[in-house]
């Protein structure tokens, strides 16, 4: 067998190698035809509006031309050929033709040719893809209550989608896993109906649960379309007890509360108690009254609430706590003093007596008994100027201070115990004991400056007197006479205010009736021609008094 030499299989390689050049020439020659025309496929929805464009780079002054499904002409350039109001000329120039369908339908799906007519004439294909909008989807197969730890079966359904639509469930935010969806065709139009199911074992945190169903299509945006389902959930009661109080004390009104959480609301409500109800308590549906509680009340009550799926029983326990006691109060009041007690200045320039100052405060804490006893012991201690208190009384005694204090909340409660500026007046309850009654009368008489004093009292609060250690106050007399200075300076200004006004009134009417005052020395000069004349009319002033005499008969 020969073999071909060298130079024929070389000289062959380049012959198919300059074919395959021509070729692949030729093609993109085709390809960049400028009278080729250039369309593009669209998509719209039933009932949208779709525009569809042919274009030609250059123009030889050819038409260009629109046919449908059915190559029957749409537009051939401006002109319109189809009597079909959806349609209608968008753009016609040399090089583009657009025209538009408006309400779109299923039937007008496929493929638009765009021709130009040359030698030889060039065509172009568009695809119209019509896609079926689905409907709302349905929600069946709930339509009686479910009881609690039963299953149910939600059936959605959607129809009308082309392609066929998919169908998801919801929980709230959360996405459950249904049965895949079931595709049916549709006969009388190319859609298709599309159905899923989901199964669900309820519990009483599903009740009042919305489950939602939705579609998602093409042709519709998330959660266009969407229904949802509310479903209703039958529960037994769970059963829990509130107290009206936390700390339930004896003497008091109380109440229990039993709550039932159930679907429907129990129907009935027992209460019980180790041992029987005491006999004050009182049975109030779901509520257990007592109106004076007691320690005898202690225990264990039991709550039974019961519907038609269920019944629940909750307990509490009941300790009655002590009743407050005033005397518990005690504790909480403050010191308020030392050892020492204070003591008060003396009232006159010539001598000096001594003011007894209230006992220590920790006598002065206690019931209204004591407080009593203490007014007594105080009063007791004014019997005799002359003779000093015996040494119970006096060891609440001190020496002088320079300073008071006083408060107002004793003057308000007890203004009946208020001291008077003389010391020989002074209340029997506050009284300044004296070691001679000489020396007694000579400070009244000699007394300067006498404060008025307020008993160490205080308010009674749940039976407990508190009582604090109150003295004069060096500034009463002072305020008193800063008032007094004050009511004389808003006095003495008013009238100063009201004299300057009389003053201003005065002189405006001064003013407007200042006049001006004529004399008779030029009387009659006014009627003269001249100089002359005036004068002389001036000086006589006959002329004119006889030209206005007047004679009676």
């Known amino acids: 067998m020969a073999f071909p030499s060298a130079p024929s299989a070389l000289w062959s390689v380049s012959l198919l190698t ?53 190559q029957q002409t ?33 039937s007008d799906e496929g493929e638009y040719t765009c021709s130009i007519f040359t030698m030889p004439v060039r065509t172009a294909r568009a695809t119209v893809t019509v896609l079926g909008v ?44 249904g049965r895949p969806n079931v595709v049916e065709s549709n006969p009388d139009d190319p859609t298709y109906n599309v159905s899923s199911e989901l199964t669900l074992e309820v519990s009483r945190d599903d009740d009042n649960a919305l489950i939602t169903c939705a579609v998602d299509h093409p042709s519709l945006e998330p ?42 609301e129990p129907t009935s409500y027992t209460w019980e108690k180790e041992g029987g109800l005491p006999p004050l308590a009182k049975v109030d549906g779901a509520f257990l009254r007592f109106e004076r509680l007691n320690k005898s009340d202690n225990g264990v009550y039991l709550c039974r609430a019961e519907n038609d799926i269920g019944q629940d029983q909750g307990e509490y326990p ?14 909480l009041t403050p010191s308020l003093g030392s050892s020492t007690s204070p003591t008060f200045p003396s009232f006159s320039s010539s001598s000096s007596s001594t003011i007894p100052s209230s006992p220590p405060p920790d006598s002065f804490s206690g019931s209204g008994s004591d407080a009593a006893d203490l007014l007594s012991t105080s009063s007791s201690s004014s019997e005799s100027e002359s003779s000093p208190p015996p040494a119970s009384s006096t060891a609440g005694v001190a020496t002088a201070i320079p300073e008071f204090s006083t408060t107002t909340l004793s003057n308000a409660l007890f203004p009946n115990l208020l001291l008077p500026t003389d010391s020989s007046s002074i209340a029997p309850s506050t009284a300044i004991p004296s070691s001679s009654s000489s020396s007694s009368s000579s400070s009244s008489s000699s007394s300067t400056f006498s404060p008025t004093i307020t008993p ?35 006095v003495v200004a008013v009238i100063v205010f009201i004299l300057l006004c009389l003053l201003i009134v005065l002189g405006r009417y001064l003013i407007r009736h200042k006049g001006t005052y004529l004399t008779h020395e030029a009387k009659g000069s006014d009627d003269a021609p001249d100089a002359d004349t005036a004068i002389i009319n001036a000086e006589g002033g006959h002329s004119g008094a006889e030209d206005k005499k007047e004679y009676f008969i």
């Not at 009278?35 to 949208?48: A, C, F, K």
């Not at 350039?77 to 299923?106: F, M, N, P, W």
């Open 134 to 177: 689905p409907g709302k989807p349905q929600i069946s197969g709930f339509e009686n209550p479910v009881t609690e730890g039963g299953e149910v079966t939600l059936t959605c359904t959607s129809t009308g989608s082309k392609p066929p639509a998919k169908l998801h469930w919801y929980r709230g935010d959360q996405e459950l896993e």
């Open 74 to 106: 749409l537009y051939f350039g401006e002109k319109r050929a189809l009597r079909d109001t959806r349609i209608q000329l968008h753009r016609s120039t040399s090089t583009e033709l657009s025209i538009t369908i408006a309400e779109v339908q299923l």
């Open 456 to 490: 160490s009292v205080s308010v009674r609060l749940n039976g407990v007197y508190t009582f604090t250690e109150n003295t004069a106050d060096p500034t009463a007399m002072s305020t008193s006479s800063r008032v007094d200075h004050a009511v004389i300076g808003g």
């Open 18 to 70: 300059v074919l395959l050049a021509a070729v692949v020439h030729s093609n993109i020659v085709y390809d960049e035809d400028p009278l080729q025309p250039v369309t593009s496929d669209e998509t719209v929805s039933v009932g949208g509006t779709v525009t569809l464009t042919c274009r030609v780079a250059e123009s030889d002054n050819s038409s260009l031309q629109w046919s449908n499904t059915a």
């Open 223 to 264: 959660g266009d379309k969407r229904s949802e389902q509310s479903l209703r959930v039958l529960y037994s009661p769970k059963v829990s007890i509130r107290p009206e109080s936390d700390l339930p004390r004896e003497g008091e009104k109380f109440h229990l509360q039993c709550l039932g959480n159930s679907n429907p």
């Open 318 to 331: 009941l300790q009655v706590q002590d009743e407050m006691d005033p005397d518990s109060l005690d504790t």
